[in-house]
């Protein structure tokens, strides 16, 4: 399906071969991964966390640490921009992980905000600008990056507990959206993919919030691919369901939690939402270098493996040698209690 137009028919049939299951799988379980589906061929994949390079406490896969974004930004280069995002996807892709969570592009709000580091600017345009390059630049090496936290998240204080951002629609559009706009209707590569975030706007999740996630990023701005929520932790607001129905396609967690029920498999609405889901997942991981990039390992043995097997034999090599010592020294003594007897 790579380099198809998302509403092309072949992606119909594929679709008709997922099951209700594979389907509240593939929405369900997005915790740094996407989930293989034996029905249609899938394969899982690895995603990893940001923004400064391979460096990822749940898959455990370390790279170079680069410098922060708010460093990159006080540049004002975008050319070393993109080679930022042309080394860090070098790595990503000798690993084998074309999943990033990264650039995060909030806004400077204070200059004490807790993750400014994390962040470009507080000017939506230059972080949007340097942002752009960075993605184009990990795009040439077959990495899909989540942009991210869509949008209005730009403070951690409550943030995780129902947290009502405001503001008029000219602020939004000028300051807080600019940056995600730009990436989205810049973006040279064919495969990108949006975090959402943890706060409300007015009064709905951003992660569930049909505004912003259909009205705003696919319609208006022609976004095609996969939108993940932030970390999908005890926090009581995060329900899957409401989710896949606003324009949200996976949660980021492992489906612990009892927001991630799925029982009204009866519902229409929900099994096409949830349909429609899959559809933009696999639109953003079959355009990726998890199938465009050549394993150079592929049909080989992996290092783990290889490990393991040094290991097994070095072990089998040792025992061996202690056996044969034990029962060298068993037969020696018996000989000579034998000599001694007669």
Not at 89 to 100: M, V
Not at 157 to 176: F, G, H, K, V
Request: net charge negative; proline share 2%.
């Amino acid at each position: 399906m790579t380099s198809l137009f998302v509403n092309f028919a072949m992606w119909e049939d594929l679709l008709d071969q997922l099951s209700v299951d594979d389907m509240i799988n593939m929405v369900n379980l997005g915790g740094f991964q996407t989930v293989g589906v034996d029905s249609i061929g899938k394969v899982g994949t690895q995603d990893s966390d940001g923004t400064s390079g391979l460096n990822d406490w749940y898959i455990g896969v370390y790279g170079t640490a680069y410098p922060t974004e708010l460093l990159i930004a006080q540049t004002w280069n975008k050319e070393l921009a993109e080679k930022v995002g042309e080394a860090e996807g070098a790595e990503y892709a000798d690993c084998r992980i074309f999943g990033t969570y990264s650039p995060a592009m909030n806004i400077h709000r204070s200059a004490f905000t807790g993750r400014n580091f994390e962040y470009y600017s507080e000017d939506g345009v230059l972080g949007g600008m340097i942002a752009l390059n960075t993605i184009n630049g990990l795009s040439t090496k077959g990495v899909y990056p989540y942009i991210k936290h869509f949008v209005m998240n730009d403070q951690e204080t409550n943030r995780c507990t129902m947290l009502l951002t405001y503001s008029d629609e000219q602020a939004i559009r000028e300051i807080y959206l600019k940056p995600f706009e730009i990436c989205v209707k810049n973006f040279e590569g064919q495969s990108l993919a949006v975090m959402s975030s943890f706060n409300f706007v007015g009064d709905r999740w951003t992660g569930a919030n049909p505004n912003l996630l259909n009205n705003v990023l696919r319609d208006e701005w022609g976004f095609r691919g996969m939108v993940l929520t932030d970390w999908n932790g005890s926090y009581g607001y995060q329900n899957t369901d409401d989710a896949v129905r606003n324009g949200n396609d996976a949660m980021l967690g492992f489906a612990s939690k009892e927001s991630n029920k799925i029982t009204n498999t009866s519902s229409a609405t929900l099994v096409k939402a949830m349909r429609q889901a899959c559809k933009n997942i696999l639109y953003t991981t079959v355009n990726s270098g998890n199938y465009t990039v050549p394993d150079p390992d592929a049909g080989k043995m992996s290092n783990m493996t290889k490990l393991f097997l040094e290991i097994d034999i070095t072990s089998g090599v040792v025992l061996v040698a202690v056996m044969a010592i034990v029962l060298v020294r068993f037969f020696k003594k018996r000989k000579k209690n034998v000599a001694e007897e007669a």
